[in-house]
């Protein structure tokens, strides 16, 4: 099977409350709509939230095709993961990684799956990236 993933994350206030959600597509047109959200967190965070948590949702090692307009996850799941994991953690700067438990809890979840990432301008009229936008906002609306 392959699933597309669609992923926004979004937050009043930085920190505040944050909401997050994923619009998930099977390779049969089945669509998935997953949501949920914190009282006190980031927007990052809730970006990586709503890909651990789509990813969650797949129990079988699947092809995966996610879509997102955080270029934080992306980059991060992309290229600075591997230099933060031989830096025992550290950024560039020789700093700790934030957010290190969301980071090593998505690495160990994408270990599990075939994942291609592409980034997705974010309030852009893509649809389904509107619909994910919408989900993690509603979040926040009704707290």
Avoid at 39 to 48: A, H, I, K, P, V
Avoid at 62 to 84: A, R
Avoid at 91 to 96: F, I, L
């Amino acid at each position: 099977m392959k699933v597309t993933i669609y992923t926004d994350g979004a937050c009043s206030g930085n920190p505040g409350i944050g909401g997050w959600g994923a619009v998930m597509i099977t390779s049969n047109n089945e669509t998935i709509l997953l949501h949920g959200g914190l009282s006190d967190t980031t927007n990052n965070q809730m970006e990586l939230i709503a890909v651990i948590k789509a990813l969650e949702y797949l129990k079988e090692s699947t092809e995966i095709l996610i879509l997102t307009d955080s270029k934080y996850v992306m980059n991060g799941m992309e290229s600075w993961i591997k230099n933060w994991k031989q830096n025992g953690w550290k950024n560039a700067s020789k700093k700790p990684v934030k957010n290190r438990d969301l980071w090593e809890k998505l690495d160990a979840e994408t270990a599990k799956h075939q994942i291609e990432w592409k980034w997705v301008k974010g309030h852009s009229g893509d649809k389904n990236n509107e619909k994910a936008d919408f989900l993690a906002r509603r979040f926040i609306e009704k707290n």
